[in-house]
Structure formats: structure tokens, C-alpha cells
């Protein structure tokens, strides 16, 4: 890839390059991937409608690009390592050439069900190998997938089953998780209930837990596979702009929004960040330990990765199962050379201490990397002391489900690292800082509202079904940029550090989670009258949940009311959305229009209780008092 950064000094050139001429700069970029046609105009755009297509009239398939291609060079390299949940299984390998056979007879599966071009189909699987052929397959005949996070709850799968109008869903019967075994094919039953338009449901076999097959709708993965032998189904040719993937993420306001990434842009920007942000090198072996049910996995596992010719390990459990070295066990057994992970997986696992890191190695690593949320300096230094014993750049990458890619990071050990900062936007990205009314904010040594003021080839292109949302959620609040949603601050050598959200949407261990969503999860709940969900500083999670709840009546026994709600909140979202401390109260801080005012709850739940700020404009200021008094 004659795109890779290789010196600071390339770095400003192509940073200027790509500003100074953005549609030249990723057009050469573009041009090293595979295309059916070639584009006619590298980019149209106008943020005010938003309409932003890039590399018009290109066609391809973003499969030839991640397998086909590769195959005559790289047909014996691991494409998948995986690594499973259980220490006694043995681990799998996946070659270039083996993939792409899996992807071909898969997608044979699905064009076999009645999939067609531009279906969207639900996939809620574990983190299994069949998942990125799942999505591999879609992506090979054209059709949308849309993963959805194995932790969320049927009704959640529901709204997302619905809203995508998806007629086909992939899923497993269960998933290893730690010790769990969770039931999914349970769950997508429940889920289906309320989705009479699913016609098929095609179901990997991993955990052999028991489940119900409806006759005509179920079928099983393997027996679907042995009808089929296409080892080379041709790539359906994709325009530039079609849609890729829909992924949901919660906003500020209503329920989680499907976020529409197109088949090219994504492509380009995906595989452009992984080269350049870890430096990849030839027989590199990438293990990002988030879930594909994430845009982190979409891209860094799965697309980004592929795309590039390298080795994705993925790993089916969890950190902390068996024992809090399983990490560094995984590490050592693949010699790992990169590992991206988010800080609360670090936070947790510093909380048990160096025991966990006797006798591991590590010495394959060259690159680390962070993802999700704001990294604490302790956890940072613990990270480049322990893992990377001082000898592996640490990227601190911050990006969002809507910009598909990294934006801002340090390249590993190409531009300088701070402990908190992620530092640089990447070529392409051109990041500015504005007041609540929208004015740029130059200079620095400067805080601010995180924008972005041109297109770059990943943005989102729509929230599916509902374009005007994605207008008003992004492009609304400052006219002609992209609003982030978050603030940040700029150091006084022009490096940036995310601050996290200045909108309603918190961070919960990496998990974005609206406050909005968690409200109307309580506010089902029987005998409550309205509540409200502020985000507070949390030890381990970087942010944890606090709920003010108002019932009917005030709850004879608090615990069990509690727990109820609790389990309200795991049936509507899923378990990710319960709140850390629930507080009820009587009444809420409301200003004289009914605006419940946010800024106080977050002040008590943080306990900053000696600067509330001003209360004069508040209905009834005896609630304030009342809440602080009761504060868990
Ligand atoms: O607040 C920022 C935070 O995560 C949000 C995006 O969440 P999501 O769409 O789920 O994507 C997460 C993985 C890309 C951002 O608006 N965030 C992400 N990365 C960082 C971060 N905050 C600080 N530092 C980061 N490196």
C-alpha cells in the first residue's frame, strides 16, 4: 500500500495534500483497490440536506477487495484466527482461500433463502467465525446486514428488526460468553413475536443448547450448507453509494437510529485508518477485542483488516474468563503484534493486579491501541508499562459509529502519543472546535464543540429510513458541519483531547446508551411516573448510570421495587442499560416550562453538592434539597 505514512515529516505532506486537494488525495488512494468501473467524480457534497457521495459511479464489491484480490498472494494466510471461549477447545484458522470459499457457498445460502440485492438482513450471533461470514456473504450478493449487539434484549432486536423492515435473520443458538451460555435463538423467538414480515431464520449450531425450530421459517446452518457447492459465487457489482451496512446507535433523543454506511467510502477510509493508525506491517497479527456487534468490530475486525490483507484474531469470550490473564494467554498463544482494546477492559483487568501478568511474554506485541472513551492516565501508563513494556506506541483512537473510521489518533510511532489525547486528526480530517452559538474557535489552548467541516469517504450517509433525523442529529446544530456530539479541548500545540459528551448520550464501558432510551425503558414500568438518567463518574466503567425515579406512591420496600425496574430496564434494552444507582424521589429540579434541568441531577449524582450553580429559575427549589439528602 503506497498510501502508509511512514515519517512525521510524510505525515504534514499528506495532511496537507489531503486538505489542500481532498478529492485528488483520496481519489489516489481509491485507486489501489479494486473497482468493476472506476468512479467519474471523486465527490459531491453539500452538508445542509446532508448529501455527501463519494467516488460516483464506481462500482465494485467490497468482497473481491477483502478476499478475491488476496487470494493468488496471501490464499495460505490467516485471514480469521479465533479463538474460543473455552481454554479445552481448540482454537480455528481460517486461510484467505478458505474464507473466501466459506463466504461463496454462504452467500449461495443466503441468494437460495430468496435473499436479494438490497435486502436488509438481522444477524445476532456470538462472536463466532460464521459471523464475518455472515456479513461477508451479505456483502457478496449485495444485501444489508445489520448486527445487532448480542446483549441486547428482543424487544430491542424488535424496534431494529422492524425499523430495517428485515424479512431474514442469522443467528446461533446460543453464544459462550464467559461462563454463560446465552440463548439467542430464545431471545430472536421473542423478538420475532412482534416481526410477522421475518420469513427466514437461518441458525448456526454453537452451544447445541436446545431450541425451537418453527417448520418453514428456521433452518440450520450446516444442513442449509450442504445443499449448496459454489465455491466461487460471483460478487454481485455494487454501486459506490449503495448501502453496506446499517448499524444502531443511540442519539439523544428516541430510540437507537440506524446508521447507513456506503459501500466505497467505507471501504477506502476503513482500510486507509488500519494501515496508517497501527502501521501495519506484512504477517501482522491484529486482535481488537471488541464485539462485531460495534462499529470497532465492523471495521477493525472485520472490513478495515480484510481489506488489508491481514490476520484479524477474534476471540469469543471475555477478559476476564477463566481468570484475568486470558488477554495476554490469547497474546502469547497467536503472537499478537497489535492489540486494541477500550480503557474499561483495561481498568478491569488493572484491578486485579500484576498476579494475572506472571509468566506471560507479551513480546510479540509492537502496537497498542484504545478505543470507545476517554483513557484515564493510570490506566494509559499501566498499559504502556505492563503490556507494552515501554516499547509499543499507544494509539488513542476516537471515532464514532457515524464516521465508520478512526478520525483522530496518533499513528503508532509515527507522530507523537499523550497520555489522554488522541492527539491528531488523520489525513482527510479536518476537525474544528465551536462555541454553543457556533462559532469557530481558533487558536489554541481552547475548548469547545467537537466539529468536523468536510466530508471525509466513511461519514455517514443517512439514518436509514429517516434522512431528516440524520440532518437534524448531525448537521443541524452547527450550519454546514458535522456535529460530533462531543466536546474537546485543544492543547496549545494543536492536539486534541476528547472531553466525552456535551449531548444527552452516555458512555457506559465503551457502550454508547441514551438517556433518553433508559428513561422510556423506566417509565414502562408499572407505578412509575416519570424519572430521569444522568451519567456519573464511575471507577472501573468511566461512566455508570444514575436514575431519579418519581413513583405514584413512594415504594414500601425500595430494594424490590428496585430490582423490578431493574429487570424492566433488561427486558426492554438489555442488561448493558441498567442503571449503577437508582435514587427515588418525590419530585424533580423542572425550570417555570417544564425542563427538567439535567445539570443539577448530574451534580448530585457526581457530588459536587457545594456548586449547584444557579436554582433561582427552578419551579420548586425544596427538591434540590430533598434529593441531595437522599443521594445513593
Ligand atoms: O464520546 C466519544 C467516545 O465514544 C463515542 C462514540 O461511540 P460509538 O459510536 O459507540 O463508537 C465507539 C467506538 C468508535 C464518541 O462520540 N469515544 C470514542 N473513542 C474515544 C472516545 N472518547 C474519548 N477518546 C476516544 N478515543
Known amino acids: 500500500m503506497n498510501y502508509q505514512i511512514k515519517s512525521y515529516e510524510q505525515y504534514q505532506k499528506d495532511y496537507a495534500a489531503s486538505v489542500a486537494d481532498p478529492q485528488g488525495f483520496w481519489a489516489s488512494v ?8 472506476k468512479w467519474d467524480t471523486v465527490l459531491q457534497w453539500d452538508f445542509l440536506k446532508p448529501d455527501v457521495q463519494w467516488f460516483i459511479n ?43 470459499d466459506y463466504v461463496c457457498r454462504f452467500a449461495a445460502v443466503l441468494r437460495n433463502s430468496g435473499v436479494k440485492k438490497g435486502d436488509r438482513i438481522c444477524i445476532y450471533m456470538g462472536m463466532v467465525p460464521e459471523l464475518p461470514v455472515a456479513m461477508l456473504a451479505c456483502a457478496r450478493i449485495g444485501a444489508i446486514h445489520s448486527v445487532i449487539f448480542g446483549g441486547f434484549s428482543a ?6 428488526l422492524q425499523d430495517a423492515g428485515s424479512e431474514f435473520v442469522i443467528t446461533c443458538d446460543g453464544a459462550y460468553r464467559g461462563p454463560k451460555d446465552i440463548p439467542l435463538k430464545n431471545t430472536i423467538d421473542d423478538a420475532l413475536a412482534a416481526c410477522p414480515a421475518v420469513k427466514r431464520v437461518i441458525v448456526y449450531q454453537r452451544t447445541h443448547c436446545p431450541v425451537s425450530m418453527i417448520k418453514g421459517r428456521d433452518v440450520w446452518w450446516h444442513e442449509e450448507l450442504q445443499a449448496v457447492s459454489e465455491s466461487n459465487l460471483p460478487a454481485e457489482e455494487m454501486d459506490a453509494e449503495d448501502p453496506l451496512f446499517i448499524l444502531y446507535t443511540s442519539g439523544s433523543t428516541g430510540k437507537p437510529k440506524g446508521v447507513v454506511h456506503s459501500t466505497a467510502g467505507y471501504m477506502v477510509y476503513a482500510t486507509y485508518s488500519f494501515v496508517n493508525v497501527f502501521q501495519v506491517q506484512p504477517g501482522d497479527i491484529h486482535f481488537c477485542t471488541a464485539d462485531i456487534g460495534w462499529i470497532t468490530g465492523h471495521t477493525y ?10 490476520t484479524s484474531l477474534m476471540y469469543e469470550g471475555i477478559p476476564t474468563y477463566p481468570d ?3 488477554l ?9 503484534t497489535i492489540l486494541y482494546t477500550a480503557p474499561t477492559a483495561l481498568r478491569s483487568l488493572m484491578a486485579h493486579g500484576l498476579q494475572p501478568l506472571a509468566g506471560k511474554s507479551l513480546s510479540s506485541l509492537r502496537v497498542l491501541g484504545t478505543v470507545g472513551e476517554p483513557i484515564n492516565e493510570e490506566a494509559w501508563h499501566w498499559y504502556d508499562d505492563h503490556i507494552g513494556k515501554n516499547r509499543c506506541p499507544i494509539v488513542d ?13 496518533n499513528i503508532a510511532g509515527i507522530t507523537p502519543a499523550k497520555p489522554g489525547y488522541a492527539t491528531l486528526p488523520l489525513p482527510g480530517i479536518q476537525p474544528v472546535l465551536v462555541d454553543e452559538q457556533g462559532t469557530l474557535i481558533y487558536g489554541n489552548d481552547v475548548s469547545g464543540n467537537l466539529c468536523i467541516r468536510f466530508p471525509w469517504p466513511s461519514i455517514v450517509r443517512t ?13 443541524a446544530a452547527y450550519e454546514g458541519l458535522y456535529f460530533t456530539g462531543d466536546g474537546c479541548y485543544r492543547d496549545e500545540n494543536g492536539m486534541y483531547r476528547i472531553t466525552g459528551r456535551v449531548d444527552d448520550v452516555l458512555n457506559v464501558s465503551g457502550h454508547r446508551i441514551g438517556t433518553a432510551e433508559v428513561e422510556n425503558a423506566i417509565n414502562m414500568h408499572t407505578g412509575v411516573l416519570e424519572s430521569a438518567v444522568v451519567g456519573y463518574l464511575h471507577d472501573l466503567k468511566g461512566q455508570g448510570i444514575y436514575a431519579y425515579i418519581i413513583m405514584q406512591s413512594m415504594p414500601d420496600d425500595a430494594a424490590h421495587t428496585q430490582a423490578d425496574i431493574l429487570q424492566t430496564i433488561t427486558r426492554v434494552i438489555g442488561a448493558i442499560a441498567r442503571p449503577d444507582k437508582v435514587q427515588f424521589v418525590h419530585g424533580l429540579p423542572k425550570t417555570r416550562s417544564g425542563k427538567i434541568m439535567r445539570r443539577i441531577l448530574r451534580k448530585i449524582a457526581e457530588g459536587e453538592t457545594d456548586n449547584l450553580g444557579d436554582t433561582s429559575t427552578l419551579l420548586d427549589p425544596g427538591v434540590v434539597e430533598e434529593i441531595m439528602q437522599g443521594k445513593v
Open 397 to 409: 483512537t476516537w471515532w464514532q459509529t457515524e464516521t465508520g473510521g478512526i478520525m483522530l489518533s
Open 155 to 160: 424487544q430491542s432486536i424488535a424496534d431494529r
Open 301 to 310: 475486525i472485520v472490513y478495515g483488516v480484510l481489506c488489508a490483507g491481514g
Open 30 to 37: 481509491a485507486e489501489q483497490f479494486v473497482w468493476r468501473k
Open 328 to 336: 495476554w494467554d490469547i497474546v502469547d498463544k497467536h503472537q499478537a
Open 58 to 100: 464506481g462500482k465494485l464489491n467490497i468482497t473481491e477487495n477483502c478476499l478475491d484480490r488476496h487470494l493468488a498472494a496471501l490464499g495460505d494466510r490467516p485471514a480469521i484466527i479465533w479463538e474460543p471461549n473455552g481454554t479445552d477447545e481448540p482454537h480455528r484458522v481460517l486461510t484467505y482461500a478458505q474464507l473466501h
Open 324 to 326: 484475568a490473564g486470558r
Open 463 to 475: 439514518t436509514y429510513g429517516d434522512h431528516e433525523r440524520c440532518r437534524t442529529n448531525y448537521f
